[in-house]
């Protein structure tokens, strides 16, 4: 299994319910690379202060480990100490159409209203192929607006494979069932999204938000102007809630249901605000600890950098030799 995540600030409950607590679930079933991607928060290079994403990139692998991934069952590395990402993703660049590449939903969404854009953005799905293709990876668990990627990256080891002969492992996506999508709290019509918290404050938990901060988020939350407290029946933003107490507390929603039975949105919220507090109290001592030990944090970054070129360039040289060179 592999995935990774870019070091763009702290991670949002989002986040954790889509990505890091299903690598903390499959630890003990299968091999598993979790990489903090930080060659794609380049994209934008006019947007990047070279010491900031230098932090950003500790704190986000501190919080892969705060949230229970264990160094020892996983592979944990930082993309950019990796050489093999980027030569690969070179080789699957030379294969991949560039209608393809046009097509990507991110790509028109994250160009539209500019006057120009760099080639990076065109191409980055290109080098999360090569991240997910390197360690013949089988299972890639994302969020439904990611399931685009892995489709293509599917496309591009197809192509690749019959162009040059059987390389790559076609790997597959899983979007988890429940809360999957964690929608904004603010609005709740919207994905919960890093980069929409980072200019709306109330759009969005994060993983290292105070109690205070929490509450704030929570009791301002959009719902409706009714009482429906039934999962089935009840508004976005109600559900929406319903939805996080669930997660957070991993009780089931007709427990929750039973509880809230007679009361408003007003109880509703404030249960979801105890169930998140509670949720990330013990994840944000350990993120501490990490953090407080940047020496040590490093050493783990810098031996999970040594066991995934192990892996990576086994998969690179034959990628190489598939197509002639190295």
């Given at each position: 299994?592999?995935?990774?995540?870019?070091?763009?600030?702290?991670?949002?409950l989002?986040?954790?319910?889509?990505?890091?607590?299903?690598?903390?679930?499959?630890?003990?079933?299968?091999?598993?690379?979790?990489?903090?991607?930080?060659?794609?928060?380049?994209t934008i290079?006019?947007?990047?202060?070279?010491?900031?994403?230098?932090?950003?990139?500790?704190?986000?692998?501190?919080?892969?480990?705060?949230?229970?991934?264990?160094p020892?069952?996983?592979?944990?590395?930082?993309?950019?100490?990796?050489?093999?990402?980027?030569?690969?993703?070179?080789?699957?660049?030379?294969?991949?159409?560039?209608?393809?590449?046009?097509?990507?939903?991110?790509?028109?969404?994250?160009?539209?209203?500019?006057?120009s854009?760099?080639?990076?953005?065109?191409?980055?799905?290109?080098?999360?192929?090569?991240?997910?293709?390197?360690?013949d990876?089988?299972?890639?668990?994302?969020?439904?607006?990611?399931?685009?990627?892995?489709?293509?990256?599917?496309?591009?080891a197809?192509?690749?494979?019959?162009?040059?002969?059987?390389?790559?492992?076609?790997?597959?996506?899983?979007?988890?069932?429940?809360?999957?999508?964690?929608?904004?709290?603010?609005?709740?019509?919207?994905?919960?999204s890093?980069?929409?918290?980072?200019?709306?404050?109330?759009?969005?938990?994060?993983l290292l938000?105070?109690?205070?901060?929490?509450?704030?988020?929570?009791?301002?939350?959009?719902?409706d102007?009714?009482?429906?407290?039934?999962?089935?029946?009840?508004?976005?933003?109600?559900?929406?809630?319903?939805?996080?107490?669930?997660?957070?507390?991993?009780?089931?929603?007709?427990?929750?249901?039973?509880?809230?039975?007679?009361?408003?949105?007003?109880?509703?919220?404030?249960?979801?605000?105890?169930?998140?507090n509670?949720?990330?109290?013990?994840?944000?001592r350990?993120?501490?600890?990490?953090?407080?030990?940047?020496?040590?944090?490093?050493?783990?970054?810098?031996?999970?950098?040594?066991r995934?070129?192990?892996i990576?360039?086994?998969?690179?040289?034959?990628?190489?030799?598939?197509?002639?060179?190295?």
């Open positions: 299994m592999f995935s990774g995540v870019q070091p763009t600030g702290v991670l949002h989002g986040s954790y319910v889509g990505a890091l607590r299903q690598w903390v679930a499959r630890q003990d079933e299968r091999d598993n690379v979790f990489c903090v991607v930080d060659l794609h928060a380049l290079p006019e947007a990047v202060d070279p010491q900031q994403l230098k932090e950003r990139v500790r704190s986000t692998a501190a919080q892969f480990l705060a949230a229970g991934v264990d020892e069952k996983s592979v944990i590395f930082v993309q950019s100490h990796v050489r093999e990402h980027s030569e690969l993703a070179w080789l699957l660049s030379c294969a991949t159409p560039l209608g393809w590449l046009y097509r990507m939903t991110q790509f028109k969404s994250k160009s539209e209203g500019r006057e854009v760099g080639t990076g953005l065109l191409v980055y799905p290109v080098l999360q192929a090569a991240d997910i293709l390197l360690y990876t089988d299972l890639v668990p994302v969020g439904e607006d990611q399931v685009q990627h892995i489709e293509l990256t599917r496309d591009v197809v192509r690749f494979n019959n162009l040059f002969g059987d390389t790559f492992v076609l790997p597959k996506a899983e979007v988890p069932e429940v809360g999957a999508r964690l929608m904004g709290l603010d609005d709740p019509t919207v994905k919960m890093k980069s929409i918290a980072v200019e709306r404050p109330g759009h969005a938990i994060q938000d105070d109690p205070d901060t929490v509450r704030k988020v929570v009791m301002a939350a959009v719902t102007s009714g009482r429906e407290l039934r999962f089935e029946h009840a508004s976005p933003g109600v559900r929406n809630l319903m939805t996080i107490a669930h997660v957070a507390s991993g009780r089931p929603i007709a427990a929750i249901e039973a509880e809230l039975e007679g009361g408003g949105y007003g109880t509703l919220k404030k249960l979801t605000v105890e169930a998140v509670e949720m990330l109290a013990p994840l944000q350990r993120y501490r600890e990490y953090m407080d030990d940047r020496a040590g944090l490093d050493a783990v970054l810098a031996r999970g950098a040594e995934a070129r192990e990576a360039g086994p998969t690179l040289r034959r990628a190489q030799a598939a197509m002639g060179v190295g």
